[in-house]
């Protein structure tokens, strides 16, 4: 297999390859272009058309979505998949990756959409630096852009594996895309109304690509991913970069649940408690008049939405972020 091909790696080694470009058996250029970028060109005759993102790493402990990318870059790598589209690898936060932790100074996930340039630390100059390199990637115009960030969820899910789908004013979510996501494999999508500070946001709002963050299971150290199937996805994956994908069937959506955010819990001080158990579930239903949360100066965050649910329950995070999304199910009627 070509050295590009490990780049996993060479990521965790913290190493640069000796050469930064190298050719497969069959035309495919690789292309290493700074610590975890890679980016994946095919030969002009057998190019589609279409520019993929794919992200994993952002959080550093969410493995399986690593090893994801790694079997799909190997493959690459081998001749084994032959790529019409363009690619671009990106492992997000190869430092955290290393130490097997979500992040190491912050998490660069709240960093996007202009957050790093109020901040410091290399987690701050990494965000710069991937929204630097996702931006050059999509630079060509007439071409069809797509970012899958893929992570791993801190607890366990009623709904294993979803989507979130970020906004932008003036802009529908597409059915064709939620259609490609239950061909995939997800069986829930997140549609958000408001503008956010997380990768797959950035890309939407910036750079215009459909974008998602993509949840695949419970995050686990490398190499103990058996609970986590990603079968459904890789499969679809391998049929987006070959450019072999069936069209997906749009009309029913196939069963996919649809919900929208109703409030986003901020932890605002030290003072901030969640009344949800430790092991709660992602999905958990709430009863109307639960109290959820309280905060300082008698902040209360009562239920007050009829099938509310609760995603992403953190009160560990530090003050100002976001300690939870709270849910409804939402209809298809406003897709595009
Ligand atoms: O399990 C958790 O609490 C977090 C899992 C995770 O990392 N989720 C992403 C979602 C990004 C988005 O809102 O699109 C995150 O919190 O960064
Ligand atoms: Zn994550």
Redesign the pocket.
Known sequence: MLALGKLLELTLAGREPAEKTQLTVDGVRMRWLSEGALEVRPPEARDNGLDLLLSAG??GN?TAPIELLDRLLHDIARGDLKPRARILFLFGNPEAMRRGE?FVEQ?V??LFNGRHELSSGFEALRACELERLAASFFNLPGRERLHY?L?????GSKIEQFA?Y?WKDGRQHSRRELARLRAAGMEAV?L?NKP?I????YTYDQLGAES??L?LGK?RPFGQNQGVNVERLETRLKHIIEGTEPEPEQDTLDGLKLFSVAREIIKHSDSFHLHLPADVE?FSELEVGYLLAEDIAQTRWVIEEDGARI????PKVKNGL?A??LIVPASADGLA
């Open positions: 952002i959080h969410e979500r998490d996930n709240r960030d992570h791993t969820a801190i607890r979130l970020p997140l958000q956010s997380v990768f797959s946001a998602f963050t949840e995050a992602n995603i992403f329950p953190n976001r939870g999304i």
